[in-house]
C-alpha cells in the first residue's frame, strides 16, 4: 500500500493488527493494542444498572454503524486543508497541529521552541521519531478493565498528539490543536499525551470540531497529563462536535511537587458525552483548578465525572463546574474529592451550579468526599435554578430584547469561570464560543 493512503475496517483484532502494521509500530505498542482488544473483546458497553452510568442510557449507541478508517500517511503535508487555510496566517499561537479524521493534516512549531528541545506532533510521527517517550507514558493512566470504552481506545489509538516541554522551558504563546470530523460515521480515537518536565510552562488549546454539522460520529478518546516538579500547565478543551457524534472520554493528570494545572473544561456540542476525568496531586505543594463551561440544548446529554484525589499532604484543588441547559437536554455532573490515608493539611472545594432556561430541562448533581485523614478542609456546593423573571423584566425596561436580556445574564453566570482564566486569549476564545452555542451574539 502507497503512502498516503486510508483504508476502513472494523472493530477487529485484523483492524488492529493493520493499525500497528501500517504504522510500522515497534513490538510494544501492539503488545499494549492486542492486550486492550481482549479485553475489549469480553467487556460489555456499560449499562444502567452500573452507578457511573445509572443516569446516561447509551442503548441507541451501535457500533457497527461506525466505520475505522486506518492511516497510511506518515507526516501531514505541510498545507492546512480549505477550511482551515486562515489558521496559517494565525500568529498568536506557537505551535498548530490540525488533525481531519484519523490523520494529522497539518502541524507546524516555532524554530525557537524547536532549538529549546520541545517536541509537538502528531501521534504517528511521534511512534517514528520519539518512540522511548510514548513507551514510558502512552496508555499508562487510562486502564482498559475500567469499561469498554477505554480497551476500545487503547486497542484503536490512533491519531491526536504528544507534546514534551523540556526542564526548565517556557512557551510563551499557546499552542493550538484541531481535532475534526468530516466522513460519514466516521470513529476517532485521538490521544493527547502532555508531558511537561520540571519547571516547564506551557498552554494548550484544544478544539474538537465537525466539518459537517449532518454527519454522524464517534469519538473515543483519551487524554494523560504528566506535571514534572513546579511545571505550571494551562489545557484548555473546547469540545463542539455536532449533535450526532457520540462522545466518550478519559482523561488523566498527574502532578508532582509544587506543580500546577489549570484545566478548563467547555462542552457545547456532541448528541451524548461521557467524560470521566482524574487529577491526582501526587506532590508536596501541587494544585489543580478545574474549570467547566458547558451549555446543552434540543436533547443533548452531557454527564461528566471529576475525582480530585490527593495522595500526600499539603497539596490542594479547587473545582468550580456551571451548565446553562436549554430545551429539554440534560447534565450530569458527578464529583469526588478523594484525600488517602496520612495525606494531612489537604485543602479542596467542588463547585457546581446551573442555570436552567427551560421547564424540560434537567440537570443532575452529585458531589461526594472520601476523606481517610483528619487534619483537611474539603467541602463542596451545589445549585440548580432559572433566571430570575424580574431580572429579565429589569433589563427588557431598559430597551433590551428577551434574547438580549438572557444573553446577558448567561454572560454573567459563566464570568465566575471565566474570570479565574488569566490569559485573555482563552477568555476570548471560550466566550465566542459559548455566545455562538446559544445563538444570541
Known amino acids: ?81 480549505g477550511f482551515f487555510s486562515a489558521l496559517e496566517e494565525e500568529k498568536r499561537n506557537s505551535g498548530l497541529i490540525i488533525q481531519k479524521d484519523a490523520a494529522v493534516v497539518y502541524s507546524a512549531l516555532s524554530d525557537t521552541l524547536t532549538d529549546k528541545g520541545v517536541y509537538f506532533a502528531g501521534f504517528k510521527a511521534a511512534l517514528d521519531e520519539r518512540p522511548d517517550l510514548l513507551k514510558t507514558y502512552v496508555c499508562q493512566t487510562i486502564q482498559s478493565e475500567d469499561n469498554k470504552f477505554n480497551a476500545m481506545h487503547n486497542a484503536f489509538l490512533q491519531s491526536g498528539y504528544v507534546l514534551y516541554i523540556p526542564k526548565g522551558v517556557v512557551v510563551d504563546l499557546p499552542l493550538r490543536v484541531i481535532v475534526s470530523l468530516s466522513g460519514e460515521a466516521i470513529a476517532d480515537f485521538s490521544h493527547t499525551l502532555v508531558i511537561a518536565e520540571a519547571d516547564s510552562q506551557v498552554t494548550i488549546l484544544e478544539e474538537h470540531l465537525s466539518v459537517d454539522q449532518q454527519e454522524k460520529g464517534l469519538h473515543c478518546g483519551g487524554v494523560e497529563m504528566f506535571l514534572g516538579q513546579n511545571a505550571l500547565v494551562n489545557y484548555a478543551q473546547i469540545q463542539n462536535w455536532n449533535k450526532k457524534v457520540w462522545n466518550f472520554s478519559t482523561q488523566r493528570a498527574k502532578l508532582e511537587r509544587g506543580a500546577n494545572l489549570r484545566w478548563i473544561t467547555t462542552s457545547l456540542g456532541s448528541r451524548l458525552s461521557k467524560l470521566d476525568q482524574l487529577v491526582e496531586m501526587n506532590g508536596e505543594g501541587s494544585h489543580a483548578d478545574l474549570l467547566g463551561l458547558t451549555v446543552t440544548h434540543a436533547r443533548q446529554h452531557i454527564d461528566i465525572h471529576t475525582y ?68 483537611v478542609r474539603c467541602t463542596h456546593g451545589a445549585t440548580a435554578g432559572k433566571i430570575d423573571q424580574d431580572q429579565i423584566f429589569y433589563l427588557m425596561s431598559r430597551g433590551l430584547s428577551y434574547n438580549q436580556a438572557e444573553q446577558l445574564i448567561v454572560n454573567g453566570f459563566f464570568e465566575s469561570v471565566l474570570q479565574r482564566i488569566p490569559l485573555e486569549y482563552l477568555r476570548n476564545q471560550l466566550q465566542e464560543s459559548i455566545a455562538g452555542k446559544l445563538q444570541l451574539n
Open 1 to 81: 500500500m502507497g503512502v498516503n493512503q486510508t483504508v476502513t475496517g472494523d472493530f477487529t483484532g485484523e483492524s488492529v493488527a493493520r493499525i500497528s502494521s501500517l504504522q510500522n509500530e515497534p513490538p510494544w505498542m501492539l503488545e499494549k493494542r492486542i492486550q486492550a482488544f481482549q479485553v475489549f473483546e469480553q467487556l460489555p458497553l456499560p449499562k444502567t444498572n452500573s452507578e457511573s452510568w445509572r443516569r446516561t442510557d447509551i442503548r441507541g449507541l451501535d457500533l457497527e454503524q461506525f466505520q475505522l478508517v486506518i492511516s497510511n500517511k506518515s507526516q501531514p503535508n505541510g498545507k492546512s486543508p
Open 308 to 375: 480530585q484525589k490527593h495522595a500526600v499532604s499539603n497539596s490542594t484543588s479547587n473545582l468550580l463546574y456551571r451548565n446553562v441547559l436549554k430545551d429539554r437536554s440534560r447534565t450530569v455532573w458527578r464529583g469526588m474529592i478523594e484525600v488517602q490515608k496520612d495525606a494531612q493539611k489537604i485543602d479542596s472545594y467542588q463547585q457546581n451550579d446551573n442555570l436552567i432556561l427551560s421547564k424540560q430541562a434537567r440537570a443532575d448533581t452529585i458531589p461526594g468526599l472520601e476523606i481517610l485523614a483528619d487534619d
